[in-house]
């Protein structure tokens, strides 16, 4: 097959999950003998490179300051009419979408051109700013050959705010680069926080402020920032966190026990999880949490959220324990941060345990990138071949959604 991935953001300008999937994917796909293409954004001039078999193509960012200081959306508006060109020059079989990827020609990919595409659907809450935007998604959806969620609540939801059938595919983990190391000294536990500080619905605010408990309760542990600091790209609309909110740590104690390592490289990731004792993501609002298949695939337990993503993943007190964090009243909530002290200490003592590492990464393998990759290409496969109405995944195939 010929297939083509537009997405405005890519490797290595830009880090978040969505980019890491495609990464992941279109070079599994390409390992099987199909020809990849990714069609990109960057500032300055356009480009083409390869990115191992896989052809990126580059094209020059549009993006005025003041247009995007009133509407953001510009940008990806501006990146769906260039893209959506690219794509019809390229003649390609099948188009993998992800959300935001091409608002605006993606629609007419069916209709006019001919190219049946999967779309994905990244997020379980989408505040668009206009009925224009809102309408716009909602025709990629349904002029889609498959539309998939990252789980399976995040299927349910999206089917009952838009009519259409919805399946679920999740992100792929790399069990090959996510494995265990050696270096887990659990005398002196790392608790271990990868998520972007300066993004709020993270959680990073409310892991500080359970950090003064934490640590009297546990002083020989090390509270590790390793995730990036304001790379979210766009206005949130309520307070940024930055690295001055420390200040919400108390105890000068507690303080000196926090090492801040910043985001680093992809290939020191599996060392920091196999270094941890816990990885912690007390984030709300999130689609899926690959922070949390890639400690455990790490061989590392995880505290997070009981609720979205990270709430369907971990589902087991064999492998984390979950807090109910659902808003951002409870990541500045002094209750909450009380509930997430509680839970790292009790994922700690998890972590001690001989039986943990290999159980956290057993229960990783339903989303190994061998798996997934081989359910996306059925997928694309499917929809290439396919013109007739979308075709729902069942919930089954996607993925063994553990019980």
């Known amino acids: 097959m010929k297939i083509v991935y537009p997405y405005p953001a890519y490797w290595p300008y830009m880090r978040r999950g969505v980019e890491r999937c495609i990464h992941d994917l279109s070079n599994f796909l390409a390992s099987r003998g199909h020809d990849v293409t990714i069609i990109t954004s960057k500032p300055g001039r356009p480009r083409v490179a390869y990115d191992g078999p896989v052809r990126v193509v580059y094209l020059k960012q549009q993006a005025h300051p003041l247009v995007m200081k009133y509407y953001p959306l510009s940008r990806l ?20 979408l992800w959300s935001y990827s091409a608002l605006l020609g993606a629609a007419f990919f069916r209709q006019w ?37 990252l789980t399976p609540g995040g299927a349910a939801e999206t089917q009952e705010t838009y009519g259409v059938p919805v399946g679920t ?27 972007d500080l300066g993004d709020p619905r993270k959680g990073g605010a409310l892991l500080l402020r359970a950090w003064d408990e934490i640590h009297r309760r546990c002083p020989e542990a090390m509270l590790v920032l390793a995730g990036p600091f304001g790379v979210i790209g766009h206005d949130l609309g309520f307070e940024v966190y930055t690295l001055e909110r ?55 337990p995880v505290v997070c959220s009981s609720y979205a993503g990270p709430g369907e993943i971990v589902t087991s007190p064999d492998v984390g324990v979950t807090v109910p964090i659902a808003s951002y009243l409870d990541v500045i909530s002094e209750g909450k941060a009380h509930e997430l002290a509680e839970a ?17 990464r057993e229960w ?24 007739g109405p979308a075709v729902q995944l069942e919930r089954e195939e996607a993925v063994a959604w553990r019980r």
């Open 169 to 195: 595919l999740p992100p792929p983990v790399d069990m090959s680069v996510f494995r265990p190391h050696e270096g887990k000294d659990l005398s002196r536990p790392r608790i271990l926080f990868t998520g």
């Open 246 to 300: 420390l200040s919400l740590v108390h105890s000068p104690a507690a303080r000196d026990a926090i090492e801040i390592l910043g985001a680093g490289s992809l290939a020191s990731l599996p060392y920091e999880y196999s270094r941890a004792a816990v990885t912690v993501l007390p984030s709300y609002e999130e689609a899926f949490g690959m922070v949390v298949t890639e400690s455990l695939a790490c061989g590392t």
């Open 77 to 96: 508006y501006a990146f769906g009419i260039e893209a959506t060109m690219a794509v019809h020059r390229g003649r390609y079989d099948v188009a993998h």
């Open 344 to 360: 790292v200490l009790e994922c700690i003592d998890l972590a001690r345990r001989p039986e943990t590492s290999a159980r956290c």
């Open 113 to 149: 051109m001919d190219i049946p595409y999967l779309f994905h659907v990244v997020l379980r809450r989408h505040n668009w700013r206009g009925r224009f935007d809102k309408h716009a998604f909602a025709q990629l959806m349904r002029n889609a050959e498959q539309v998939v969620a």
């Open 364 to 387: 990783a393998e339903p989303w190994g990138l061998d798996r997934i990759g081989l359910l996306t290409e059925a997928a694309l496969a499917e929809g290439a071949g396919t013109r």
